[in-house]
């Protein structure tokens, strides 16, 4: 009963890690590929190598067990113990100079294929901030920008370059199913190219420990069909609708009149600042707060409500607003589709 039970929790052990929207085991991009084929081979090489020692090491244990004939004296025989020492000598420089080969040559194919970033790639700027993410799709001139945070879309089988950013302090761009980890640093411009070979939902997270909110420094990856993809672009690049109703529009008057449009753009509005996420279509994306709550109109309410109860820390201040001030403007919030 012990053993079935043991079983059944190393199975579900190995299986729960084997899918998963943020999971280097379950690669969903070209990248992502490249890098299980080196992880692959580490892991069969070194396991033979560490087979074979625990092999040896334990046929040595055996032989030299103590039997009867110890207590006699030994019979010295230097010459054949030395052939026989050569021999395993050259076996095993043999045996660890083929690993090694394989190994170099299979990290060498590996990151050829990886700076191949193939034909007519999208590009997309990323800049990290404490603790969220700015994400421009750069399109044929000024008009065809689109501005988002904490998400990227992506369509299936193009490459997408993106360009690496930060604000602040050092941060690490990661979607393990799509591919490997890339810093972003101040004063500097990284690239990672990313190739998504299937469509799905994904997540990104920050790998550089960069401070107190860190862990909630996630975003959404939506891989789509290329179709999908012009479709969410286009309306992207639309502006934000007038509100019509009055508690709406009673919203987008606080929410210009107070702090937040001193922080916050909405496109074709007065709200023109640049510090925090774009908002424009605040309304399309998962997730708020990069990743920290669905974007659902209550976990909205209680953001905005009071940040620094949800994400100590952050830099979205707590504006002081009544119940009704704050009902307005998550009505205002809830028309930026
Ligand atoms: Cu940004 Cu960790």
Same mark, same amino acid.
């Given at each position: 009963n012990g053993?079935l039970?043991?079983?059944v929790?190393l199975?579900?052990l190995?299986?729960?890690?084997?899918h998963?929207p943020q999971n280097?085991l379950?690669?969903a991009?070209?990248?992502?590929?490249?890098i299980?084929?080196v992880w692959r081979?580490?892991?069969?090489?070194?396991?033979?190598?560490y087979?074979?020692?625990?092999?040896?090491?334990?046929?040595?244990l055996w032989?030299?067990?103590?039997?009867?004939?110890?207590d006699?004296l030994?019979i010295q025989?230097?010459?054949?113990a030395?052939?026989?020492?050569d021999?395993?000598l050259?076996?095993w420089?043999?045996?660890i100079v083929t690993?090694?080969i394989?190994?170099v040559?299979?990290s060498?194919l590996?990151d050829?294929?990886?700076?191949d970033?193939g034909p007519?790639?999208?590009?997309?700027?990323v800049t990290a901030?404490q603790?969220w993410?700015?994400?421009?799709?750069q399109?044929q001139?000024?008009?065809?920008?689109?501005l988002?945070?904490?998400?990227?879309?992506?369509p299936?089988?193009?490459p997408a370059?993106?360009e690496?950013?930060a604000?602040?302090?050092?941060?690490?761009f990661w979607?393990p199913?799509?591919s490997g980890?890339t810093?972003l640093?101040?004063g500097?411009v990284n690239?990672i190219?990313l190739?998504? =070979?299937?469509t799905?939902?994904?997540?990104?997270?920050?790998?550089e420990?960069?401070?107190l909110?860190?862990?909630?420094?996630?975003?959404?990856?939506q891989?789509t069909?290329?179709?999908e993809f012009?479709?969410?672009r286009?309306s992207q690049?639309?502006?934000?609708?007038?509100?019509?109703?009055?508690?709406e529009?009673?919203?987008?008057?606080?929410?210009?009149?107070?702090a937040?449009?001193m922080?916050?753009?909405?496109?074709g509005?007065?709200?023109?600042?640049?510090?925090?996420?774009?908002?424009?279509?605040?309304?399309?994306?998962?997730?708020i707060?990069?990743?920290?709550?669905?974007?659902?109109?209550?976990d909205?309410?209680a953001w905005v409500?009071?940040?620094?109860?949800?994400?100590?820390g952050?830099?979205m201040?707590?504006v002081p607003?009544?119940?009704?001030?704050l009902?307005?403007?998550v009505?205002?919030?809830? =028309?930026?589709r």
């Amino acid at each position: 009963n012990g053993a079935l039970r043991g079983l059944v929790l190393l199975a579900a052990l190995t299986l729960a890690a084997c899918h998963g929207p943020q999971n280097i085991l379950d690669p969903a991009g070209k990248q992502a590929q490249d890098i299980d084929v080196v992880w692959r081979t580490m892991l069969v090489v070194c396991g033979l190598m560490y087979l074979l020692v625990m092999a040896f090491l334990g046929s040595a244990l055996w032989r030299a067990r103590r039997k009867p004939s110890d207590d006699a004296l030994p019979i010295q025989s230097r010459t054949a113990a030395e052939g026989v020492l050569d021999r395993t000598l050259t076996g095993w420089i043999g045996l660890i100079v083929t690993g090694l080969i394989v190994l170099v040559s299979v990290s060498f194919l590996v990151d050829r294929s990886l700076a191949d970033v193939g034909p007519d790639p999208l590009r997309i700027k990323v800049t990290a901030n404490q603790w969220w993410w700015d994400v421009e799709y750069q399109g044929q001139g000024p008009s065809e920008r689109v501005l988002t945070a904490n998400e990227l879309r992506l369509p299936v089988g193009r490459p997408a370059v993106v360009e690496l950013h930060a604000n602040d302090v050092i941060h690490s761009f990661w979607v393990p199913n799509l591919s490997g980890k890339t810093d972003l640093i101040p004063g500097r411009v990284n690239f990672i190219t990313l190739t998504p =070979t299937r469509t799905g939902a994904f997540r990104g997270q920050c790998a550089e420990f960069c401070g107190l909110e860190h862990a909630k420094m996630a975003f959404d990856v939506q891989v789509t069909s290329p179709q999908e993809f012009e479709a969410w672009r286009r309306s992207q690049l639309a502006r934000a609708a007038d509100p019509t109703g009055p508690l709406e529009i009673q919203g987008k008057q606080i929410f210009n009149g107070k702090a937040c449009a001193m922080c916050h753009r909405v496109q074709g509005t007065d709200a023109g600042a640049g510090i925090g996420p774009d908002l424009t279509h605040l309304k399309s994306r998962a997730t708020i707060a990069a990743g920290t709550l669905p974007n659902t109109r209550g976990d909205l309410q209680a953001w905005v409500a009071d940040p620094q109860g949800v994400k100590p820390g952050t830099t979205m201040p707590r504006v002081p607003l009544t119940a009704s001030e704050l009902n307005a403007v998550v009505a205002y919030l809830e =028309t930026l589709r």
